[in-house]
């Protein structure tokens, strides 16, 4: 009995990182059905009309963010396993991504070879667990919520978070997060209630003491 063709879907907004990703797929499993998505909704959409073996996914992307798609593909109960291959470092959303339900986070800048490891042993049935992320990973399940601020804040609290302390303004934050500037306020709002803090000065000290944003 003939074997079935392995198919993936890659969801990126930046086309360079789009078709090096394609390419490197390809050269490991050529006959392999590789498809591609630039943002949440057009990821929803395949999902709904074809079968994948591996969803690969980027944490930022316009409108909803990884995180925030894996959840909703988990509450409409898609099996798929999902890599998350980001920008950001481990300490800033591995363990997020971990704990909502994907198999396994690497960041952008990890050599080909450690990105085609992750895949077959996703492939197998397994997660793809640095030594790293299981220890970040145990600390977080040990803390019980006595660890930093940003820890209590949702996904895209903490998404917002990060824009306002990189400097982007309301709306600028609106923009990126295909937002509208009021629902960016009343999340700055909460995250500001949430860390004890009362302005953007603030909260911008508090990232780059924490090491969430690069100034």
């Known amino acids: 009995m003939a074997q079935a063709k392995l198919s993936f879907l890659i ?58 798609i894996l959840k909703q593909l988990k509450a409409e109960d898609y ?25 396994g986070y690497l960041p952008k800048s990890s050599a080909p070879e450690e990105l085609v490891n992750a895949i ?6 397994k997660k793809y667990i640095p030594f790293s992320l299981a220890e970040n990973l145990a600390a977080a399940l040990e803390k019980n919520f006595s660890g930093p601020l940003h820890e209590n804040l949702s996904d895209r609290e903490f998404a917002v978070l990060k824009l306002i302390a990189s400097g982007k303004t309301v709306s600028q934050a609106a923009e990126e997060l295909s937002l509208s500037a009021a629902t960016v306020s009343t999340y700055r709002a909460r995250i500001l209630e949430k860390m004890n803090m009362k302005s953007n000065a603030e909260l911008t000290n508090y990232a780059i003491k924490n090491s969430l944003v690069d100034l």
Request: proline residues 6%; charged residues 25%; without cysteine.
């Open 120 to 125: 077959k042993i996703i492939l197998s049935g």
């Open 79 to 103: 099996k798929m396993p999902v890599l998350f291959l980001s920008m950001y470092p481990e300490d800033q959303y591995a363990v997020r991504a971990i704990k909502a339900g994907a198999y």
């Open 11 to 68: 969801a990126d907004d930046h086309p360079i990182v789009l078709k090096g990703m394609i390419k490197l797929i390809k050269d490991e499993y050529p006959d392999a059905l590789v498809l591609e998505a630039a943002n949440g909704n057009e990821v929803l959409q395949m999902v709904r009309k074809v079968f994948f073996n591996l969803l690969i996914l980027d944490i930022s992307m316009p409108g909803k963010n990884g995180i925030e």
